[in-house]
Nanobody
Framework: QVRLVESGGGSVQAGASLRLSCAVS????????MAWFRQRPGQEREGVAG???????TYADSVKGRFTVSRDNAKDILNLEMGSVNAEDTAMYYC???????????????????WGQGTQVTVAS
């Protein structure tokens, strides 16, 4: 059974840092693209950051320079370091896995077949 379990969400003040993690089991995560998505209330899910099997990363323009995605292939863990957060970063954050080694465009949620349940991040301004 494939499981993606996010952790690390919470409530923080604007300007703070936060680290999200996603533990993967039942799936060879190290062999596929992994990514973070988020969904704000009333909005569609959007891609935040992705990392392929070669370690190449891609980011949404809104988080470039503030967020860093990384993976620990030995432990099948995906991380997202969030820095200088602001109120616009308030959302439910989801971990996702693709069937591709290289990441599909983050705009294509259909390119990701496995999803976690999400972890809430709330930023107070």
């Amino acid at each position: 059974q494939v499981r993606l379990v996010e952790s690390g969400g919470g409530s923080v003040q604007a300007g703070a840092s936060l680290r999200l993690s996603c533990a993967v089991s039942g799936f060879p995560a190290s062999s596929y693209c992994m990514a973070w998505f988020r969904q704000r209330p009333g909005q569609e899910r959007e891609g935040v950051a992705g990392i392929d099997v070669e370690g190449s990363t891609t980011y949404a323009d809104s988080v470039k320079g503030r967020f860093t995605v990384s993976r620990d292939n030995a432990k099948d863990i995906l991380n997202l370091e969030m820095g200088s957060v602001n109120a616009e970063d308030t959302a439910m954050y989801y971990c996702a896995a693709s069937w591709e080694r290289l990441c599909p465009p983050l705009s294509l949620t259909a390119g990701f077949g496995f999803w976690g349940q999400g972890t809430q991040v709330t930023v107070a301004s």
